[in-house]
């Protein structure tokens, strides 16, 4: 049977037919839908971790155990979850354990455009790289042969046009594996150093073999031309761009496609360099395959052509090997309207920050999610987003730094800061936020703490986290309680609050206590997102409208930055299909212009 889908479709159904059994993730774009269509296959044993390092574990500790598994995540991802991942390359396999890693050229949903093929070279664990969906699937499954063969992780690696875009796919049946005997070996699965000695070298070993495998293996292959004038290196997406950039030459040019690009083949690059006149190398970011092949001693042209940001497409790479200019698009003199990142209508994140956005003196340590945004304006609330986590831990730098300036200036900080508030997500929080309010109680840092819990994973897609009270599949579970949380890191009872953030008078007051307390303090403000299914129905039919008598222009409404609220010619007005009736806007009105019309179907 035959069937178009994405890259992470045909990723999560290549780890069904592969006979996988475990399968661990932690929502991120590109990636976030492999393990919810992974979830959809009965026979794999799916959850979302708490982060991308617990993922790993999971799937490691089943791999150990004698379980097929797999652990997806974005580029970033990998990062929290190097630490193990080095290590699972010492010890090795039993069943076999692969590792996705959804790498995001062009910034689409990322604060960084790192080059993850640097991880298999540096952890020396195999990598394959699919250029289409149907590789997608047939190397999962591979990807499970080899690290069961190779007794090492595989390391899988996927950008985000190879994620999203469909192409068909031949479907199959599911290998039946049957999960391995438990065989107890410590010397093996114990990294201590006298034991971790013993599997270094077996790395080295392990790597002799790898690359004699990628010089004869099947990812690996060249395509020759009738003219072998120009050769091109290529690799996962890059590989259909360059096809379809020099599809005019037809024949006459030869591609050297590589599939399992950790090791790269030596022996056959030689050999393929050797055949033609002018070699290049078309990749994406960072130029790894062009860094080996002139590491070599051979010639080719490849970063000097291509730019080092951004992702490629066709357009570019054949104007960078053959000159040939992009055509004129169609234009039309209409110019776009700005549409500038913003919170959704009725977004429940939206009443702290107003309410933060009136203090001129503190300091904003921003986080990863749909709450980045009230960086923007005219919210203007943020001061930095680094990673997940960093809400709180940078925000703790920020309070030791304006606390170094006030003994310096005489108790005045540089700047005039007074406060800082580290913002961070419910879902984010669980990742990675519980350490770091743990370092604020116990280095007593004076530090807010805003938890916006809007209890779903949603700039991700509306992802199940610990506070959701639901498993990926749908099943009821444990509901993490945010406040035990917070008081089970040591934060007083009495400086914690659990506030409404639609209620601005009960947030305000909370942000003014924060303001005040010499000692960490947490605010967690809870409305479900605008989003939610269940929400979205509460709210049908309820909205907000302006009373043009009342209303005196003075564009009070507009600081709360929500699109369903527009100035034109001088008049406020509300679309009434846009908005869902939070009434933040009615409630900063001066003149109760704005009122709150419809009923909540509760």
């Known amino acids: 049977m035959r069937k178009i889908m994405t890259g ?85 396999v039993s069943g076999g354990l692969v590792i996705v890693t959804a790498d995001d050229p062009g910034f689409f949903s990322s604060q960084n455009e790192q080059d993850n093929r640097w991880y298999a070279l540096h952890a020396k664990v195999p990598m394959l790289e699919p250029s289409d969906s149907q590789e997608c699937k047939d190397f999962i499954a591979d990807a499970f042969e080899l690290s069961e063969r190779f007794d090492v992780p595989v390391l899988f690696r996927v950008t985000t046009r190879i994620c999203h875009s469909k192409t068909i796919v031949e479907l199959g049946g599911r290998n039946e594996v049957p999960v391995k005997p438990y065989k107890r070996e410590a010397g093996k699965y114990v990294m201590a150093p006298a034991n971790a000695i013993g599997r270094r070298r077996e790395v080295e070993r392990r790597e002799t073999r790898l690359r004699e495998f990628s010089d004869d293996c099947r990812y690996n292959r060249a395509e020759w031309g009738t003219d072998r004038g120009i050769g091109v290196i290529t690799s996962g997406v890059s590989y259909q761009h360059a096809r379809e950039a020099l599809m005019e030459m037809g024949d006459s040019v030869s591609f050297l496609k590589l599939g399992f690009t950790y090791p790269l083949p030596e022996e056959l690059i030689k ?233 601005l008078k009960e947030t305000e007051d909370a942000i003014g206590e924060a303001y005040n307390s010499k000692e960490p303090f947490v605010i967690i403000t809870t409305q479900p997102c605008a989003l939610i299914e269940d929400a979205a129905r509460r709210r049908a039919g309820v909205r907000c409208e302006v009373d043009g008598g009342l209303c005196v222009k003075c564009g009070a409404c507009m600081k709360v930055g929500c699109p369903a609220i527009s100035l034109q010619d001088g008049r406020v007005g509300i679309d009434g299909s846009m908005c869902n009736g939070c009434a933040i806007c009615a409630q900063i009105c001066p003149k109760n212009a704005i009122t709150r019309v419809g009923e909540f179907n509760d």
Not at 36 to 60: L, P, Q, R
Not at 306 to 331: F, H
């Open 271 to 503: 050999k393929f360099a050797s055949e033609v006149e002018t070699l290049y190398v078309v990749e994406e970011n960072e130029p790894y395959i062009e860094n080996f092949v002139r590491q070599l001693g051979i010639k080719c042209a490849g970063r000097s052509l291509l730019p080092a940001v951004g992702e490629l497409n066709a357009w570019i790479v054949k104007k960078a090997l053959t000159g040939v200019p992009e055509p004129e698009a169609y234009s039309v003199e209409a110019v776009p309207p700005p549409r500038p990142p913003v919170l959704c209508p009725g977004c429940s994140h939206r009443g702290i920050f107003f309410a933060m956005s009136k203090f001129k003196d503190i300091a904003v340590s921003g986080d990863i999610g749909c709450y980045t945004l009230g960086a923007m304006p005219p919210l203007n609330t943020g001061d930095t987003c680094i990673c997940m986590g960093s809400g709180i831990s940078a925000g703790i730098g920020f309070s030791k730094a304006f606390r170094a300036g006030r003994k310096a200036g005489g108790g005045q900080a540089p700047g005039g800061i007074k406060k800082t508030f580290g913002v961070i997500g419910d879902s984010t929080f669980f990742h990675s936020g519980i350490t770091g309010l743990i370092d604020a109680v116990v280095g007593k840092s004076d530090l807010a703490v805003c938890i916006v819990d809007n209890r779903i994973t949603a700039m991700t897609g509306h992802q199940e986290n610990p506070g959701t009270g639901l498993t990926i599949t749908g099943e009821p579970t444990a509901k993490i309680d945010l406040v035990a949380i917070c008081l089970a890191c040591g934060v007083k009872p009495e400086n914690v609050r659990k506030v409404d953030p639609y209620n």
């Open 8 to 92: 992470n479709e045909a990723i999560a159904r290549g780890a069904w037919e592969a006979g996988c059994h475990v399968a661990a993730a932690y929502p991120g774009t590109p990636s976030s839908e492999i393990l919810e269509n992974i979830s959809g296959y009965e026979e794999i044993d799916s959850e979302w971790s708490t982060n991308e390092k617990v993922a790993v574990e999971v799937a490691s500790g089943a791999s150990v155990a004698g379980a097929r598994a797999l652990a997806a995540m974005k580029h970033v991802g990998l990062n929290v979850a190097s630490d193990p991942l080095f290590t699972m390359s010492y010890t090795g």
